[in-house]
């Protein structure tokens, strides 16, 4: 009885006790969240004023981009007329005509609507998009805006005009101009081109690359509208000049067009649909036009003040919840061997098996049924939606897609999710076809994940599979499998579309292949494994073989061709074909001289060089040893480049061109117009000849094929107007040697000529004996 009656003394005293425990935490979450209030409702005035500045600043960057836009728009259809400014020089309004037309039929989208060449007179020849010509119009008959941008071009001023309305296009437009100057720096003529405002109405209509669709308006410097986005507030229908409207105050007008006539950013407020709203002027920086934006949308309230204001509430329910969470303790202890298990097997982001339960429970499923397959998933540019959407819907993304696999995943059945976005799935079958069923509808529904989430990302999925092949024990048999599917994911990832890959032993050889290639590459450059096969280039009007194009084959002791679809990659990725490329420099020499000592009439042979040697600072040093080892003479070495390295940097290519030059070596433009080609490169790069990519003739549906023709032929025009000699590969027919040959282009080059062939056949087929010394004496 005293034992029990001490129990019960000790049970009255301990209560107390943690009932005073107990307040003093509760009164200490309290205060520490009336603390929380204070502290919010102080910080809400000063971070509201930061996220003003921040919101100002985000609007600033989205009006630039409409601005650069804008700019980068009229710049380029400028320096397109420039070029044609530069091809006018030292020829007459008929060449203009005939080329102007030529173009006027090979126009793309976006290109000029009206092209003329004009002098003092007057309009010389003007041709419309449609074909119209129209010539001899005296300066005083040409609309009042024409004149004015003519007379300023005549001084030596590239310009543009205001945009007019003009009667005979019936259209408002905005002509370019630019001046053709003499050899000794005087103007002759003006060349000049009309566009209409469409190209520059769709700017204004597209959202920016933040997705930010802004309403924004092009006006002139006294506030004429001259383009608006779609159902802009400050352009309703009907209104020509935005500062004339109701709403907008007399006074505030006047100022506004006080600082338009400065070229001044600035911004004012007036009344717009029944709030008074800030409007953002930027100055365009040409002819006095600017782009004006009313934030009607969310005046500089961004979700960041949403989220201040309900931190408030929020700080309110926190005490509520510690209160319930003092409660939640006592509750949670007992769950807590449950959470232990969850931790320690499942994923704490989606709540499916971790890749330590889904090896155990896929170790006991084989246990059972051998009938399994297994898949691993990722999802295509995972890390770019991290970045880009942030974590949190990044997170929401791998969510919604657990959720999809636990919707098709079955009973005897398992998946997990083991690091970012990779996953595994073991799928109850081996029949490939099912299993490619499955997935197919596993990444359609995965499509929607985007749409769910109101994101603009596609998701996307890549897989490897593996189907249990071999008998091997369970924990044997999970390890093969993950090797297995996970090495077919490889080569699904190079495929930017959702692909399953099945994992089969020649996907395996081939991988070894391409081991192999880049294990012995180095031997055998050292063995001449890699020999010297030359391409015929056929002067066009002669029929006659005046060159060739030295090109690689890889042939191994055991005669096997390695060809260079099959290499080339590889060495350019490992930068191996710096060295290759020397090699055959080396090799072609080699071959030269073996023919001049033969008493063989040289050719000059083209040599591929890769981007890499360019920036080496050794490399035209290199060259010349190479050919003064085998005494080459000057011009019997021609080096191609290709189009893409000229394009990254001219100026620099040029130097390098220079010095190449100076030593004597030809210099070719390769696969022109197999890339970004730009008539810039064309103009700028110093170059002797030019090879038009086999692309231009191959090409099989028809009216592309007649159009890549058209192309060909004005470029192979221009290109003669440079003095650069022309070459056409991919000749491979009959009809195709007709057409390069009428086009005027001077050599071709492809099948229909020879496929590439050693030296020595190529000797004996194409080259001449050179005479004896005594003949050439007696001559």
Not at 95 to 114: M, P, T, Y
Not at 295 to 303: F, H, I
Not at 356 to 384: G, P, V
Not at 650 to 669: D, Y
């Amino acid at each position: 009885m005293a034992f029990l009656k001490r129990n019960k003394q000790t049970k009255r005293t301990s209560r107390p006790r943690m009932h005073q425990r107990f307040v003093q935490i509760t009164l200490s979450t309290v205060l520490i969240g009336i603390s929380l209030i204070v502290v919010s409702c102080m910080g809400i005035a000063s971070i509201q004023q930061a996220n003003r500045k921040s919101y100002n600043t985000q609007l600033q960057t989205s009006m630039n981009e409409y601005w650069l836009e804008m700019r980068n728009r009229m710049s380029t259809d400028r320096e397109a007329l420039q070029i044609l400014a530069e091809f006018m020089q030292g020829k007459s309004s008929e060449e203009f005509r005939s080329f102007a037309i030529d173009l006027q039929n090979a126009r793309q989208e976006n290109s000029f609507l009206r092209m003329g060449y004009y002098t003092q007179a007057g309009m010389q020849s003007r041709v419309r998009a449609d074909g119209t010509l129209e010539e001899n119009i005296p300066m005083q008959a040409l609309e009042p805006e024409v004149q004015r941008l003519i007379s300023y071009a005549l001084q030596g001023k590239q310009t543009a005009s205001q945009v007019y309305y003009d009667e005979g296009m019936e259209q408002q437009l905005i002509i370019y101009a630019a001046p053709v100057q003499s050899a000794d720096g005087q103007v002759n003529g003006v060349v000049a081109a009309s566009k209409d405002l469409s190209a520059f109405q769709k700017i204004l209509t597209q959202p920016s690359v933040s997705q930010n669709k802004l309403d924004v308006v092009w006006v002139d410097q006294s506030g004429r509208i001259i383009a608006s986005s779609e159902d802009t507030p400050l352009a309703p229908q009907g209104t020509e000049n935005f500062l004339s409207q109701a709403s907008v105050d007399e006074e505030i007008a006047q100022s506004a067009l006080q600082q338009m006539e400065n070229n001044e950013a600035f911004h004012f407020t007036f009344h717009l649909e029944d709030n008074d709203q800030t409007v953002y002027m930027q100055p365009f920086g040409m002819n006095g036009w600017y782009l004006c934006y009313a934030d009607t949308v969310n005046s500089g309230k961004s979700p960041v003040y949403s989220i201040l204001i309900t931190a408030n509430m929020l700080s309110g329910m926190i005490i509520l919840l510690c209160l319930g969470l003092l409660w939640y303790v006592r509750w949670a202890m007992w769950g807590s061997n449950k959470e232990l298990i969850k931790l320690a097997y499942y994923d704490r982001l989606t709540g499916t098996y971790n890749f330590e339960k889904f090896t155990q429970c896929a170790e006991d499923f084989l246990e059972e049924d051998s009938s399994y397959s297994l898949i691993t998933m990722n999802i295509r540019q995972f890390q770019y939606i991290n970045e880009i959407l942030g974590k949190a819907q990044a997170d929401n993304v791998l969510k919604k897609l657990a959720v999809l696999l636990r919707d098709l995943v079955g009973e005897k059945e398992c998946f997990c999710r083991s690091s970012a976005d990779q996953f595994y799935l073991l799928l109850h079958t081996k029949d490939e076809h099912q299993v490619r069923a499955r997935m197919e509808q596993i990444m359609d529904r995965a499509g929607g994940i985007a749409q769910e989430l109101n994101v603009s990302y596609p998701i996307i999925l890549y897989a490897g599979a593996a189907v249990v092949q071999e008998d091997a024990p369970p924990e044997d048999q999970v390890r093969l499998l993950l090797h297995k599917a996970e090495f077919a994911q490889k080569h699904a990832v190079k495929k930017y579309q959702n692909v399953l890959a099945f994992y089969d032993r020649a996907m395996h050889r081939k991988e070894n292949f391409q081991n192999s290639i880049e294990s012995s590459m180095q031997s055998a450059l050292a063995k001449q494994e890699f020999q010297l096969f030359l391409q015929p280039k056929v002067r066009l009007q002669t029929g006659q073989v005046d060159g060739a194009e030295a090109l690689v084959r890889w042939i191994r002791p055991d005669e096997t061709l390695v060809y260079p679809n099959e290499f080339i990659p590889a060495f350019e990725k490992n930068g191996f074909c710096a060295r290759l490329d020397l090699y055959m420099v080396d090799r072609t020499c080699s071959q030269l001289r073996e023919w001049i000592d033969a008493g063989y009439e040289p050719i000059c042979i083209s040599v591929n060089q890769s981007r890499l040697l360019f920036y080496q600072s050794d490399y035209v040093d290199r060259l010349c040893s190479i050919l003064q080892r085998y005494g080459i003479p000057n011009g019997f070495i021609q080096l191609e480049i290709l189009e893409g390295l000229a394009i990254e940097n001219i100026e620099q290519m040029n130097k390098t061109l220079t010095q190449l030059h100076e030593k004597g070596f030809r210099l070719s433009l390769d696969d022109f117009g197999s890339g970004y080609s730009s008539l810039n490169v064309l103009a700028g790069i110093q170059v002797d000849e030019v090879k038009f990519d086999k692309d231009f003739l191959l090409e099989s549906a028809p009216d592309k094929k007649e159009r890549n023709k058209l192309a060909l032929k004005n470029v192979v025009k221009l290109a003669k107007d440079l003095q650069i000699t022309t070459v056409a590969e991919g000749v491979e027919v009959q009809q195709d040697e007709e057409f390069v040959s009428s086009i005027g282009c001077e050599y071709g080059q492809g099948f229909f000529y020879s496929c590439p062939i050693p030296p020595e056949e190529f000797a004996s087929r194409y080259l001449k004996k050179a005479p004896p010394a005594d003949a050439k004496a007696a001559e």
